[in-house]
């Protein structure tokens, strides 16, 4: 029995803050954004992540072709969770009107989703469950700290939702790597959230710790492991691959996992541009653009690969099924957005001003 990719959706909210607009706030260019990066502009979310998981779990519940409330599993992909008690994928469940799946969050940072696909595959493997949507979703811009150009510059809000169902046909999951190196751990972490009591916490609530020259020293061949141990688990090699869709982290990352692996850069895809890193949203999200753009053919060999917060890594290797259109749209939007990308960003970036201006 298969776990076959049979929905896919994405929900990215409506304000773009593009590099130009960072400059008028923060010592940076575009030109430098641009060229270390590759990224031109992000999101900023007017909903919490739970609106956006809600629009992309319906937007890919309807392109498998079934009702919003039929699904026995959500797994909801995310290190920005709206809240912590209940989890949020409980409250995604309640939003599309579903009652008694289970429902679980799962944090491993950018590689959540992922390990989400994983975690379905096996559900499904070992028939626990038949039906899952997995959901990688983020509002990290409020995290951000708006005067730190070396980390604020990076990230972008959206969601990316797949619905991943028991099937006979040969399509699915071939094989996949989950992997977590702790040493490094704190190159990429926020402490102090959580359960610290408010007046224990020894720094700000935006205290992103980020040394990003270690995460990429890292990303690299994290990725490129994790990738050859899931084609090997695959019974696949590299030269089989018609689409690597990476974690859309920076496209100097993307491009040299291309160059190791190695794989042609025609069969690469990032939308990392236009959305910078989304963290667990981003391979739902390429996902979807690819199958969108018709990237993605009947059969074809998929390998989707990632490195995050923890510091994860991880690989899967997905045979695409017979379908690559949706079978019906959801009406689902999210509420309008009136405010600007600037005007969404200002108060945080007013109050984290005053807060490093009193020495804190
Ligand atoms: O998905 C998991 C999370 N993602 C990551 O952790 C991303 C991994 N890391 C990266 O993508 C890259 O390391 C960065 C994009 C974060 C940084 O690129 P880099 O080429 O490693 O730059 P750097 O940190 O070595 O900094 C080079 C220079 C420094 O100045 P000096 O010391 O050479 O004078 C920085 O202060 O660039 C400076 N700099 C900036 N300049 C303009 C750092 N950020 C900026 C900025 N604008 N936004």
Redesign the pocket.
Known sequence: MGAVITGWGKCVPPAVLGNDVLETF????DE??AT??GIRERRISHVGMVELSTVAAARALAAAGVAEDDFDCLILATASADLHIPNAASRVQLALGNRGAAALDTNV??CGFVYGLAMANGLIESGVHSRVVVIGAERLTTILDWTQ???A??FGDGAGAVVVEAGSSGAGVLGAFLACDPVPGES?MVADLGNTPAHQRRSSPYNLS?D??E??RH?VPGMVKASHQALARSGLSIADIDLLVP?Q??L??VEAVGKKLPIDSAKVFTNLQRYG?T?AASIPLALTEALEAGRVAPGDRLLFTA???GLTSAAAVVRWGERTERVADSGRELHPCTLSAMELVAPALKFQRQWHQNGQ
């Open positions: 923060m010592d940076t260019s430098w954004v270390r990066t940072g950018c150009r070396d980390s510059i990076l990429l980020f990003g020259r995460v990429f990303a974690h982290a920076n100097r990352i890193n963290s490195f995050g917060a």
